[in-house]
């Protein structure tokens, strides 16, 4: 059997995805710098790039199979073309890759140092709270926000007990909130690789997209789908699918 790795979302703690991938079981996880040393602060214009020793020391050997989530997927895209013989088959969900137009628009907002007024995700991640007082107050709030309507309750459960954790008397962020609004800021920086050199890919390539998503958009979907083995969009789902539809997902990859 080969192994089986698993490169999250920005912001969202592996232990998010375990109902739908049995992490530590069947899949390992890929643990990013941000949850490895919580204390120490993001680099300066930081590019996704700073990720890629986390995945080289976690993968040692050749034809794996890669599951990937928004930024998570992006990086296994990346890694898989820069490395033919170390990925067999990749499985992203939507990816964090976006359009040409989208690119360079971005590249000008960054001149312009503009991005933490008009990124959504960075005006979102930054007005977040940061302390919960207990597992059940926070679902409890959660459940009435919009962005999670799509959850069950367990799922839901499942995905806040994944992302706070017991800081003395009170609940954390787990995922640190200035690393997840850097990591935001550093969006489209692998894009451009990833679109001179996909035609370069040779692992099999599974594409899953939300119905209705902010982040992988008509543009990428179009230029993706034609290097796609297969390319596959869920219904009634949005940016958090592999939490909305777990079992979904979960058939598609067995």
């Given at each position: 059997m080969k192994?089986?790795?698993?490169?999250?979302?920005?912001?969202?703690?592996?232990?998010?995805?375990?109902?739908?991938?049995?992490?530590?079981?069947?899949v390992t996880p890929i643990v990013y710098a941000p949850l490895k040393?919580?204390?120490?602060?993001?680099?300066?214009?930081?590019?996704?790039?700073?990720?890629?020793?986390?995945?080289?020391?976690?993968?040692?050997?050749n034809y794996n199979i890669g599951i990937g989530h928004?930024?998570?997927?992006?990086?296994?895209?990346h890694n898989a073309i820069k490395y033919p013989q170390r990925w067999k088959k990749i499985i992203i969900i939507e990816p964090?890759?976006?359009?040409?137009?989208?690119?360079?628009?971005?590249k000008l907002i960054r001149?312009?140092?503009?991005?933490?007024?008009?990124?959504?995700?960075?005006r979102l991640t930054k007005n977040r709270r940061e302390q919960f007082k207990s597992i059940e107050d926070t679902f409890n709030r959660w459940r009435n926000y919009p962005t999670f309507k799509y959850l069950s309750d367990d799922n839901l459960l499942d995905y806040v007990k994944a992302s706070i954790v017991k800081s003395e008397n009170t609940f954390?962020?787990?995922?640190?909130?200035?690393?997840?609004?850097e990591i935001y800021r550093g969006m489209c920086s692998l894009d451009s690789f990833i679109w001179q050199n996909i035609k370069n890919l040779e692992a099999e390539l599974i594409v899953i997209g939300a119905e209705t998503s902010n982040?992988?958009?008509?543009?990428?979907?179009?230029?993706?789908?034609?290097?796609?083995?297969l390319f596959k969009?869920?219904?009634?789902?949005?940016?958090l699918l592999p939490f909305e539809a777990p079992k979904v997902i979960a058939d598609l990859i067995n």
């Open positions: 192994n089986i790795y698993l490169l999250p979302a920005n912001g969202i703690h592996h232990t998010a995805y375990d109902s739908v991938f049995n992490i530590n079981k069947n040393q919580t204390e120490v602060h993001p680099p300066l214009d930081l590019s996704w790039s700073y990720f890629f020793s986390d995945i080289n020391d976690a993968v040692q050997c928004s930024l998570g997927a992006t990086l296994l895209l964090a890759i976006f359009s040409k137009k989208i690119h360079w628009a971005y001149i312009l140092k503009l991005e933490y007024k008009t990124h959504p995700m960075i954390k962020l787990r995922f640190p909130k200035q690393w997840e609004i982040t992988f958009m008509r543009g990428a979907r179009q230029r993706l789908k034609k290097h796609a083995d969009i869920i219904p009634n789902t949005t940016h």
